[in-house]
């Protein structure tokens, strides 16, 4: 969504070490990311995301 409406997008370089940490089972490795959401009169909120790196099911 991002890179179609041209916004910036911050990437980071993969290393080795990165691709090679796999998850061989599930409840072993997560991922997390944070959003922030503008929702009007209120401002913004955060949106966490946490996803298991196994089965890639969003745990909370």
Do not use: H, Y
């Amino acid at each position: 969504m991002f890179q179609l409406r041209g916004w910036q997008v911050k990437t980071r370089p993969v290393t080795d070490e990165a691709r090679r940490s796999r998850a061989s089972q599930p409840n072993e490795r997560w991922a997390t990311d944070l959003c922030r959401v503008w929702t009007g009169r209120n401002g913004c909120a955060t949106l966490t995301l946490v996803i298991d790196c196994f089965s890639r099911e969003l745990l909370g």
